[in-house]
C-alpha cells in the first residue's frame, strides 16, 4: 500500500551539502495533508526528529540543524526533500523519511545512510 522511497544519502566531505527525497506513493489523497518529516538515527543512538513540516506548510527543526538544513515538499509531485547544508560528522546517520496522516497513522521509509566524513 503505502510506500514511501528514501534516495540522495551517501558520503560527503564536512562542510559539504547533500540533498535527500522522500517519493511518496500508494496513498489516495496527496501528502499535502499530512504532517510528514525526517527523523534519524545513529547507531546506538535513539532515533531522533530532525524536520518536519505541517498540513498547513509549517516548519519545525531540531536545534542541532537549524539554519543549515530546509524542509520542503512538492506536492504534485508527493514527494518531500531535505536539503542539508554545513554538515558535520555528527551528522552521519540513517535518515528516514516519516509521514503521519490525519488519522494518526505512521508510514516510515527505508532509511538512506548520510556519511560525513571530517
Known amino acids: 500500500q503505502v510506500q514511501l522511497v528514501e534516495s540522495g544519502g551517501g558520503l560527503v566531505q564536512a562542510g559539504g551539502s547533500l540533498r535527500l527525497s522522500c517519493a511518496a506513493s500508494?496513498?489516495?489523497?496527496?501528502?499535502?495533508?499530512?504532517?510528514m518529516g525526517w527523523h534519524r538515527q545513529a547507531p546506538g543512538k535513539q532515533r531522533e526528529l530532525v524536520a518536519h513540516?505541517?498540513?498547513?506548510?509549517?516548519?519545525n527543526y531540531a536545534d542541532s540543524v537549524k539554519g543549515r538544513f530546509i524542509i520542503s515538499r512538492d506536492n504534485a509531485k508527493n514527494t518531500m526533500y531535505l536539503q542539508m547544508n554545513s554538515l558535520a560528522p555528527e551528522d552521519t546517520a540513517v535518515y528516514y523519511c516519516?509521514?503521519?496522516?490525519?488519522?494518526?497513522?505512521?508510514?516510515w521509509g527505508q532509511g538512506t545512510q548520510v556519511t560525513v566524513s571530517s
Open positions: 516519516w509521514v503521519r496522516n490525519p488519522w494518526k497513522s505512521d508510514y
Open positions: 500508494g496513498m489516495l489523497f496527496s501528502i499535502n495533508i499530512n504532517t
Open positions: 513540516i505541517t498540513s498547513t506548510g509549517g516548519t
